[in-house]
């Protein structure tokens, strides 16, 4: 397990890569502290912020501010807000912005916004002179817990999501939690979607711990800033012994195999699931497929499931608004993922509550029968 | 300095970087081998061969029978010749198309082509689901002896040549020296100012080797055979001790500053200079200057300007057809220079015949003499 280092109300989790070994600082009030956290890590640096059109008219001016006075130039790019940013024209027009501001290769590229602002610049970061500085300021729930976090970049491809990217790790991540109480409600709920997830893979304390506190960590606090240094210690524990993503890595996509499927069959239309919902139901999912494996008993399932409900959640196929899913669409969506490997199915499922364990080899066929069940199931 | 192992007419060259170690077979028929080397690396696999409108109707069909013979079903995809082909619209064309082949991560993108075509499927195979296999099969000298060698990849941005793309290096090269044979003498001769740079930078009996040689290597033979691997081993030498280009991966500019600005102030027309022009001109100014310093005798410079003559490379700026150029024109471009750094010129200068060293701090104001002088020079 990553240590937590805490002082005053901020944490520090640190991600051990060897040579590329990084901090994530969390806390409120981190983004006041930014210029100097990068100034004392990276002096004399200019910096090329990326952000999108809901952050920057919230935080854009203040961030520019925070870096004059620690000495930092900085230019800004401002993206559309959404998935559709994560595309080959958007990327070459934040390269293109990044090499005319003259940036050189010591120089900084900063994202400031959520998981598709950081996995777009981060990816620019990686490419222009053959990788800059990278510095990750994410502003989502999502992106705190989960996307600033491992070094995964990419954008997508008509063909896919995530079909086009490089591993490549930031210098530092500041995860400022105050700034999370702009988001949408619906937002954050789809970032605690993957805050549960963490629990569910193999800390049934943290899942109880979420249980009795998801109502201070909604409203903000010490609790909130507690769940997501949590969520980045997992994941730098996960993301230190398997760096590429060759394997155990796999585990973090408990409920993603059929979250993946969800979304592409809502054709990634957010008005009726964005990415987060997918999980909830895919983790719902995968709880309930794996009790009617019998591995794990059905009082355990419904527990992973009711936690979801509580917090306002979706759990079931059935609340996708839209026209209605069928089994066949559903396969096809996940023989498509590119989890599947040489034609093989592979599932992360659980023997128990925080018991999370890498499943290949699972038939299509019982796949396909469960998921008949569940989308005759009342909505 | 990087063995060299030789096996009947062809050697063998390895690459070592830890983990991501690999070989560099040079020969004559190393094309009709290529099925076999890569299946034995890598069984199971499936390609996609990326190439270009001038090397498919000489080479693809063969490529593809002898990889079928091998049991590695390919597709390919064909590019327009030339350094235009090195844009990030052809990278995603590129890109599309080995993902529209359903190509997992394990299978590989080919590059059989110069270096264009090397720097491009290159970069794809870096980014199509965060890096794919990757094997390069360089169709030009220049492609021989350097750009397969390395692993740098990348395009061009309308703001500067290689300004976007990464490390990433190939899993083999597979150098057939006898397809150098249908290159034009021209594009031939130009690669030849690379492996004459080799010398030039740190090995003068190689040097003189070349002077007694050239002809035979010109003519194929092996003369050629051993002239690539050296130049291989040299390339393999200098990535080893510095994967990123951080530090005295340098010395392999020589020539390139020069080079580099004269064929942008060419704009970059290839009727009026290709590179390998670029740098045999360069490394002749390089050594000029050296002597104008006082660093290396005026004979020494002679006898390294006058091999390039002897094979018909350039080696004075007015040697360019079309307008001439300015001291402030050639200035400028070299202050645009990427091995610029902070405001000062750098340069790689001699000390003698293949004793090259990086010079740092070298004042613009002694540039532009020299310079000045060069373009009174007559034609
Ligand atoms: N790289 C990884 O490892 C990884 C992991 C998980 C997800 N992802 C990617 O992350 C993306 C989803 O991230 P996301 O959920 O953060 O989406 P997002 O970046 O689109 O942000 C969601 C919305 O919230 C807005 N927003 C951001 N910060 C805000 C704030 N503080 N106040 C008000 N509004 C704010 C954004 O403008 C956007 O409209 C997906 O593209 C997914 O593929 C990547
Ligand atoms: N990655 C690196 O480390 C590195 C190093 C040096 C140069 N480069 C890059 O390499 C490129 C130049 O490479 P190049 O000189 O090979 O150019 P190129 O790839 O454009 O090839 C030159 C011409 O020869 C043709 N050709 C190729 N093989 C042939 C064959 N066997 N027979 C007949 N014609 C053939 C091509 O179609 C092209 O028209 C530049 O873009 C340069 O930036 C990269
Ligand atoms: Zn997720
Ligand atoms: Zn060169």
């Given at each position: ?192 979607a993957e805050v549960v997830k963490y629990?569910l893979i ?52 408990l409920g ?23 999980v909830?139901?895919?983790m ?96």
């Amino acid at each position: 397990m990553t240590d937590i280092q805490a002082s005053g109300a901020s944490k520090t989790v640190r991600v051990e890569l060897g040579a590329r070994s990084y901090d994530i600082l969390i806390g409120p009030g981190i983004l006041a502290r930014a210029g100097e956290e990068i100034a004392r890590r990276a002096p004399g640096i200019r910096a090329a912020i990326v952000t999108d059109e809901t952050v920057a008219p919230l935080y854009l001016a203040r961030m520019q501010d925070v870096l004059r006075q620690a000495g930092i130039a900085s230019s800004a790019i401002v993206m559309p807000a959404g998935e559709a940013t994560k595309s080959l024209s958007c990327l070459g027009e934040v390269v293109d912005s990044v090499l005319a501001d003259r940036l050189e290769r010591g120089d900084t590229v900063i994202a400031l916004g959520g998981g598709v602002i950081g996995d777009l610049a981060g990816f620019a970061a990686g490419i222009v002179r053959r990788g800059m500085r990278f510095i990750q300021i994410p502003t989502t729930l999502l992106a705190q817990v989960d996307s600033s976090v491992g070094g995964k970049t990419g954008i997508n491809s008509p063909r896919g999501k995530n079909l086009i990217g490089v591993f490549y790790q930031p210098q530092l991540v500041l995860a400022d939690t105050e700034v999370l109480s702009t988001l949408s409600p619906r937002e954050f709920r789809a970032g605690y979607a993957e805050v549960v997830k963490y629990g569910l893979i193999d800390q049934p304390e943290f899942f109880e711990w979420l249980e009795q506190h998801h109502a201070a960590v909604f409203a903000g606090g010490p609790e909130r800033v507690e769940a997501v240094a949590r969520c980045c210690a997992a994941k730098a524990a996960v993301v230190a012994g398997d760096e590429q993503e060759h394997g155990n890595r796999a585990l973090l996509n408990l409920g993603h195999t059929f979250g993946h499927a969800l979304e592409a069959a809502a054709n990634y239309d957010s008005a009726r699931l964005v990415h987060g919902e997918g999980v909830a139901i895919g983790m719902a999912l995968a709880h309930r497929f794996s009790a009617q494996l019998g591995l794990i008993s059905g009082q355990d399932a419904t527990r992973a499931v009711r936690h979801l409900q509580t917090v306002g959640l979706p759990t079931e196929i059935s609340q996708i608004p839209g026209p209605r899913f069928t089994v066949d669409l559903l396969m096809d969506k996940i023989a498509q993922d590119k989890k599947v490997s040489k034609g093989k199915l592979t599932f992360i499922l659980t023997r128990g509550l925080g018991q999370s364990f890498v499943a290949r080899d699972i038939s299509a066929e019982k796949v396909s029968e469960f998921l008949a069940g569940q989308l005759d199931a009342p909505a």
